[in-house]
């Protein structure tokens, strides 16, 4: 956390005021680089560099800065050697591709050509020379990948032992006067530097010469500070008020942004008119170059603190809460910019003067203590988020709740561990919490921001904010947010910069070594094949096809397997291009593709029927088909699936597997004439003979019937009751069967009325079998019951007693 506010005071300081730092020798360090890109390393001076790193490395007094310059160093030759083992990559290809043509060595006992052999020779003598490059770097590179390695393992040792350092414990009493010497001297020596300056006549001119610039530069630095600070938040605060303003909140969030700006410039400016005075020591000007980044931290703690917890509560608020809450996360929002602020002036105005271990914990605790104080009341303020909205549950709800508990768990932590006197360990937490939270709390509104973004450019403020591309946004911004994260909770810059190179470096899977530009050229490739495979099918769909006579379940298939063969050869063009030797993962893929075709032996059946069908074309997209109970028309037939609209206009998917190995009607394949067979009784004591001219005559009136063959009128049997027939007549359109068949119905009654023949009403169906045969068991069971219940006796009657009372005496 103190490294990012270094990095930040370093460029806020410099802008403000040059002049504050004193002019103080520096330590030269020498820099030995590699060689630049394209020139022959100097391997006598790695030699040297690597010699001294190694002696540094061993001194157990060299500093942590001076260990992190000679990393930077090696990191450099390591990158420089890293490109140095491809040297002569392609002229070794070309002299082993040279070696293998004239075929191998012959074994034991065996001659070749004496011109075979001497070749032989001479290209082994040229691959020997042209490898020793590479080996040479490859073996320089480890030596570098090595110390690097010990020089990070000897830092993160040395950070550890710092971060448990015990010191004297600032609950002490005895070691409170020993602090308030501490304070006091560094109080009198800014007080001293300021009489020496005004005593000195020098810097007393200076000072007259400079006073009308800095009391201008005082004016606009108290204007800015004060008044144009909270202009600003009111202008911010009318326009999020604005209902009519299009994309309000975009706007006013931009617009509040001037809250941190405009102050901040305002404390550069009095940090000049200080520096100006010429009244400065050397205490009063590091206290005085830490001024902009305070001033920074605190405004940036307000602002942050305004928009998590605004004072309008709309819906474009971060952290649902009510308003007393709400007031109460501003104010602790800005608590927590003052307490880092306290620890970077302490820093800036008594590090520098090496007091005892002991005045450092007891100057530091108020501080800790009160930035614990801060980090139990947010917590316990970021749990009322859960109470106040109970509709949200989302996964931004259940990162406060987590947030809130770490929050209140260092805030009691902190305090406790400085208290006992791990002070640095207390700082390593309590404030990269801070830091923690108001990075969160930035992403929460910039996600906002980009979300309000999107909704002012589609205007579409109330599904906008949801969109995917605002959702993608907030998702990048997360990913990138953790190296600094990683940042806030000590880690160092060099350690990002190492994961980084190993990840550019790539990894090795056998004898290939992977890395994110292979993936990138993969990529990069495939997408190129896929687009021109798909450009490709569009220009058979939609331009060569129609034009020839193939129907359109060939065209289908067709430009299916296109796509297919064209995806396949992007892929293998695309691992050819990205230069993949997946011969060593033949063994692997061979085992994996065993399991893989058990697990997916139903997918690879579906598909092998699917070929099939676009080949052999039994069934074609229009057709009127019947698989088991499904009876429809094909829409769409896909290589795992085919499509069949139902009657009802409902889609059934059915498994290609079942059209090959199951039994499929297809009713309209070569043709779409079909028979149809309409039932008729009448009854019984009809003519038939009358009936079936009759019949005969509906039939062939029908527009759609064939009459050659002609209809055929069957008198299929009779009952007691009724006459049977049917009416067979094929049809030019089977599609149209269920309308032939109704309105034959229609003719059918009409006519028969006018011949005063009946109509048999259809009988009841009869009783099922199963019913009928367990009624007669229960009748059989019965009867033989009651057969061998034995006859009842009879029964002798006795006369009842008398009744008597207690005494005997009848009643």
């Known amino acids: 956390m103190r490294r990012l506010l270094l990095w930040l005071g370093l460029v806020l300081a410099l802008a403000a005021a040059p002049g504050l730092a ?25 030699e040297r560099m690597a010699e001294r790193a190694e002696a540094e490395i061993e001194n157990r007094y060299t500093s942590s800065d001076r260990l992190e310059e000679i990393r930077a160093q090696l990191a450099k030759w390591r990158a ?12 070794i290809a070309t002299v082993r591709q040279q070696i293998d043509a004239l075929g191998p060595a012959p074994a034991d006992g065996a001659t070749e050509a004496d011109e075979i052999s001497v070749r032989r020779q001479e290209l082994a003598s040229q691959l020997v020379k042209l490898q020793a490059p590479g080996i040479a770097a490859e073996e320089a590179y480890r030596r570098a990948d090595g110390l690097i390695d010990e020089i990070d393992r000897t830092l993160r040792e040395r950070q550890a032992d710092q971060l448990l350092q015990l010191w004297p414990s600032p609950l002490n009493p005895g070691n409170w006067p020993e602090a308030a010497i ?24 200076e000072l007259f ?46 617009a509040s942004m001037g809250g941190i700006i405009l102050p901040t410039v305002g404390m550069v400016l009095l940090a000049f008119a200080l520096a100006a005075s010429g009244m400065l020591g050397e205490v009063g000007s590091q206290v005085v170059g830490v001024l902009p980044v305070a001033g920074f931290v605190v405004f940036a703690a307000a602002w942050l603190g305004a928009r998590a917890f605004p004072r309008i509560q709309g819906d474009g608020a971060v952290l649902p809460l009510p308003p007393e809450r709400r007031a109460e996360g501003r104010f602790l929002s800005v608590m927590m910019g003052l307490v880092i602020t306290a620890d970077m002036l302490r820093g800036a105005a008594m590090d520098a003067q090496a007091y005892s271990d002991a005045t450092t ?48 768990v260092i805030g009691i932590l902190g305090p406790v561990l400085a ?54 946004a907030g998702f990048f911004l997360a990913i990138a947010s953790l190296p600094v994260l990683a940042l806030i909770w000590g880690a160092r810059f060099s350690d990002l910069t190492e994961i980084w190179t190993r990840f550019t470096e790539g990894f090795q899977i056998g004898g290939t070594k992977i890395s994110p530009s292979n993936f990138m050229i993969f990529a990069a490739v495939f997408v190129i094949g896929y687009m021109l495979t798909r450009l490709f099918q569009g220009a058979l769909r939609t331009t060569i096809l129609p034009k020839t006579k193939m129907e359109p379940g060939g065209q289908t298939a067709l430009v299916a397997g296109v796509g297919y063969v064209g995806i396949f050869l992007a ?29 997916l032996q139903n997918i690879v059946s579906n598909f092998i029927s699917g070929i099939i069908l676009l080949i052999e074309r039994p069934v074609s997209e229009g057709d009127w088909i019947e698989v088991g109970t499904v009876q429809g028309k ?104 269920v309308q032939v068949r109704s309105d034959m119905n229609h003719r059918i009654l009409q006519r028969l009325a006018e011949e005063d023949i009946h109509i048999v009403p259809p009988p009841a169906p009869p009783a099922p079998a199963d019913s009928m045969k367990a009624a007669d068991a229960v009748l059989a069971l019965a009867e033989l019951v009651e057969q061998e219940r034995p006859a009842p006796k009879a029964r002798k009657t006795v006369p009842p007693k008398p009744a008597t009372d207690v005494k005997g005496a009848e009643r």
């Open 22 to 46: 004193q002019d103080q020798p520096e330590a030269q360090v020498t820099v030995e680089a590699p060689a630049a890109d394209g020139a022959e390393l100097d391997y006598a001076l790695w």
């Open 80 to 91: 420089a050697l890293l490109n140095a083992q491809s040297a002569n990559s392609a002229r």
């Open 182 to 205: 501490g304070f006091a001297d560094t109080v009198q020596r800014l007080w001293d530097e300021t009489i020496d300056a005004w005593g000195d006549p020098k810097a007393r001119g």
């Open 209 to 254: 010469d400079n006073l009308p610039l800095i009391v201008i530069l005082v004016i606009v630095a108290l204007a800015l500070l004060v008044y144009v600070r909270r202009w600003i938040e009111q202008f911010a605060e009318r326009l999020q008020e604005g209902a009519t303003v299009r994309g309000r909140h975009f706007w006013a969030l931009l």
């Open 361 to 408: 914990s007891v100057m530091s605790f108020p501080i800790l203590l009160t930035g614990g104080l801060v980090l139990l009341r947010l917590g316990r303020t970021l749990r009322k988020t859960r109470e106040a909205d109970e509709r949200s549950s989302g996964y931004s709800l259940r990162l406060i709740q987590l947030m809130a508990r770490g929050l209140t």
């Open 419 to 472: 208290g006992f006197g791990y002070v640095q360990a207390a700082e390593a937490v309590i404030y990269p919490a801070m830091m923690s939270f108001a990075l969160v709390a930035f992403l929460f509104i910039l996600q906002r921001l980009i979300g309000d973004g999107w909704a002012l450019i589609t205007r579409s403020e109330e599904t906008a904010r949801d969109a995917l591309v605002p959702v993608l």
């Open 571 to 599: 892929a293998l063009i695309a691992i050819n291009a990205a230069g993949l030797d997946l011969s060593g993962l033949a063994i692997v893929a061979g085992a994996l593709s065993v399991g893989i075709g058990f697990g």
């Open 634 to 737: 094909v829409r769409a037939i896909s290589v795992r699936s085919t499509r069949i609209e139902t009657f009802d206009r409902n889609d059934v998917i059915v498994p290609n597997a079942d059209l090959i190995t199951g039994r499929v009607t297809n009713w309209t394949r070569f043709n779409l004439s079909g028979r149809i067979i309409v039932p008729v009784a009448v009854a019984l004591g009809s003519d038939t003979r009358k009936v079936e001219k009759l019949l005969r005559e509906i039939a062939e009136e029908q527009p759609l019937a064939i009459l050659n063959p002609p209809p055929v009128i069957a008198f299929v049997g009779y009952t007691a009751t009724q006459l049977n027939f049917e009416i067979r007549v094929i049809l030019r359109d089977v599609n149209f069967g």
